[in-house]
């Protein structure tokens, strides 16, 4: 259990600095598009600084695999949760973004529904602390299958909003949203490979590889597009929420590791995932467009020299 929280704990801490890592890179590089994908990752590839933030993510993927292995799903997604304190830091002293206090508030109600969601999955009946082995790969599928094609669908039509003319600069959130739900199915697959991962031929006739492939190709160009266009203090926590959320009502399900008995932690999750899901919803969809300033009125100092 030690083990598993001091996994969970350096994770969290690579995952936030790949993030900051890549969004700097991202900054000094030209537009890229998910519409040119082989000119995306050729930029990428080409940026030290991005290639650095990669390592540290997949420095954050071995510790996961760690993490499943020892510690329930719900416990998990409650420490990963508290990374995104380490990421508004960094990004707040290296990026210098700055959240609003209306989006304060919604990260804050966002982190009280998915404690809510947690503490939903503590259920006296059971031992909280068992960790769940394979799901059935059909139930597997039907979870992943229509979760992929919602997130592509739903990335899809931001980017058709984003290219509109005059639209304002959007905050994040549908892509958010959709990044999210791709990284909850890698979260379900990891889990997965977490569980086979000594036992290479069951491993290999189960969907988790293959789905971790599909999710990874699909999640390395969405999430780069997006993180490059949109602040990182908003769009991973708005990803991370939707990831957490996904990972711990569906994927506790599949892998039968905890199912609320009690009338109490029944209404602890349903009310967790509405607060989640209606945050997400108000949350701003734009930016404040840049001030402006108003142009003098003042003839140029120039012009005043030239006429005396």
Not at 26 to 53: D, Q, Y
Not at 127 to 156: E, H, K, M, R
Not at 178 to 186: I, P
Request: with cysteine; charged share 15%; proline share 7%.
């Amino acid at each position: 259990m030690v083990w598993g929280v001091a996994s969970a704990l350096l994770a969290n801490t690579l995952y936030s600095v790949g993030f900051v890592l890549e969004k700097r890179a991202l900054g000094r590089l030209p537009a890229i598009s998910v519409r040119r994908p082989a000119r995306l990752l050729r930029h990428l590839v080409g940026s030290p600084l991005w290639l650095a933030g990669s390592l540290a993510l997949a420095g954050g993927f071995g510790a996961q695999l760690a993490v499943y292995r020892t510690l329930p799903i719900a416990a998990a997604q409650g420490i990963f949760v508290s990374g995104l304190v380490l990421l508004l830091l960094l990004s707040a002293r290296l990026l210098g973004e700055r959240t609003s206090g209306r989006e304060r508030y919604a990260i804050g109600a966002i982190l009280a529904a998915l404690v809510m969601v947690v503490l939903s999955l503590r259920d006296t009946g059971r031992d909280p602390d068992a960790v769940g082995g394979a799901a059935p790969a059909p139930l597997i599928l039907l979870v992943c299958v229509p979760s992929l094609a919602a997130g592509l669908y739903l990335y899809a039509g931001a980017e058709r909003r984003a290219r509109r003319r005059h639209r304002m600069p959007s905050a994040g959130v549908e892509y958010g949203v959709a990044v999210g739900l791709l990284y909850g199915v890698s979260s379900l697959a990891i889990k997965g490979v977490s569980g086979l991962l000594w036992d290479v031929p069951r491993l290999l006739a189960s969907p988790y590889p293959y789905l971790l492939l599909c999710t990874g190709a699909c999640g390395l160009v969405m999430s780069q597009a997006a993180l490059q266009r949109c602040r990182a203090s908003l769009i991973v926590p708005v990803c991370t929420t939707v990831t957490c959320l996904f990972t711990v009502v569906l994927g506790t399900l599949a892998f039968g590791e905890s199912l609320p008995s009690e009338p109490l932690l029944l209404a602890l999750r349903v009310a967790g995932t509405a607060l989640a899901v209606a945050v997400l919803l108000l949350m701003p969809k734009h930016d404040p467009p840049p001030a402006t300033t108003t142009p003098s009125m003042e003839p140029p100092k120039e012009l005043l020299s030239h006429e005396a």
